[in-house]
């Protein structure tokens, strides 16, 4: 039978290399023989820790991504990035009366940005500058909710001039403000319940059961 695969050239870790057409960088790079485990997680473009660096063919743009979900293409120049360094501040915030305050003592670079725009290589495509300047100008709530899809890849940190680790930054903010909020009253109820152990005859029923007895409540769980 006729092998019908499409193979591309591709420049990995500057190698020029022939691969079957359809793979991810990560997928291409074990294609070829490389143990490339550093920088490997999930597979699934949540955990942030293939970061790759690379330039598309007729580009002179070096853009950055994941390397578990760039699909290397005809001309792909690609390397995957180093652990880059970025200062995460040591803190207890629950002993903390008001964090959002001492938000500069513990990021006093926050305060340096100067709205330069280079940490706007998010794979996520978050406006980190953006994200920056809310920061910076003390709108707390706007930076956090536009920080909700950071996967902590450090990308943004790696192109800071002024060592800025926005993801951190932005972390802190998140975690202060949510001490700032009430405490939900469903999560309050919830943890309450599972504090007093409510579910455990359920659980235990569920344990015992056989797997089509599984399939069955599950099927009757999805009608609901
Ligand atoms: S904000 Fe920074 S650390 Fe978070 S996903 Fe984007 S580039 Fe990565
Ligand atoms: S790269 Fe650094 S200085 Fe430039 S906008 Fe981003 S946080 Fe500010
Ligand atoms: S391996 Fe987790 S995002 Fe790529």
Not at 82 to 89: G, K, L
Request: with cysteine; glycine share 8%.
């Amino acid at each position: 039978m006729k092998n019908s695969t499409k193979f591309i050239i591709v420049e990995l870790e500057g190698r020029k290399i022939r691969i079957p057409q359809g793979l991810t960088v990560i997928e291409a790079l074990w294609d070829t023989g490389y143990d490339v485990k550093r920088g490997i997680g999930c597979l699934s473009g949540l955990c942030g820790a293939c970061t790759v660096a690379f330039i598309e063919k007729g580009s002179t743009k070096v853009k950055f991504g994941l390397g578990c979900q760039k699909v290397a293409e005809e001309g792909l120049n690609v390397i995957m990035m180093p652990c880059f360094p970025s200062r995460a501040a040591r803190y207890a915030m629950e002993a903390m009366a008001h964090p959002l305050e001492e938000l500069g003592a513990h990021y006093p670079e926050l305060y340096t940005c100067n709205d330069c725009g280079a940490c706007n290589v998010c794979p996520e495509w978050i406006n980190v500058a953006g994200v920056m300047k809310f920061a910076k100008d003390g709108d707390y709530e706007a930076a956090a909710s536009r920080v909700t899809d950071c996967i902590m890849c450090g990308l943004c940190a790696s192109r800071c001039p002024r060592s800025i680790a926005p993801q951190y930054v932005a972390l802190y903010i998140q975690r202060a403000l949510a001490r700032e909020r009430p405490f939900p009253p469903n999560l309050a109820k919830r943890l309450a319940q599972v504090e007093s152990l409510a579910y455990e005859t359920e659980w235990s029923r569920i344990a015992a059961m056989g797997d089509d007895e599984l399939k069955a409540l599950c099927a009757a769980m999805e009608g609901l």
